[in-house]
């Protein structure tokens, strides 16, 4: 808001364009795949700041997943500064 103009919001993010493969099998925490693959996700470049991640519901659904599990992996990732959390309006990158 540089000059009193709203950014535009930008909508999250399907879940069906959000593809995250989990192995659940592999001795591997699944917080820790979703957090991993979220960070190559932005290091890649597919994810860029000011976008918004899918809800923690629809992502949890999706995969398969309990929403605490994908809860844990936003929360990791905002502590480790890749995204961050807004009140009511959803984790941004």
Same mark, same amino acid.
């Given at each position: 808001? $540089?000059? =009193?103009?709203?950014? *535009?919001?930008? #909508? ?6 959000? &593809?995250?493969? !989990? ?19 932005? $290091?890649? =470049?597919?994810?860029? *700041?000011?976008? #918004? ?6 992502? &949890?659904?999706? !995969? ?30």
């Amino acid at each position: 808001m $540089a000059n =009193g103009l709203r950014q *535009p919001r930008r #909508r999250a993010i399907e879940p069906i364009a959000f &593809a995250i493969a !989990l192995s659940k099998g592999n001795g591997r925490p699944l917080f820790m795949q979703v957090h991993e693959q979220i960070v190559d996700r932005i $290091a890649a =470049g597919e994810l860029t *700041p000011g976008m #918004r991640l899918p809800p923690v519901r629809r992502l &949890a659904k999706q !995969l398969g997943i309990n929403q605490m599990t994908v809860a844990k992996a936003y929360k990791d990732l905002a502590e480790a500064g890749f995204v961050e959390g807004r009140a009511g309006g959803g984790t941004h990158v």
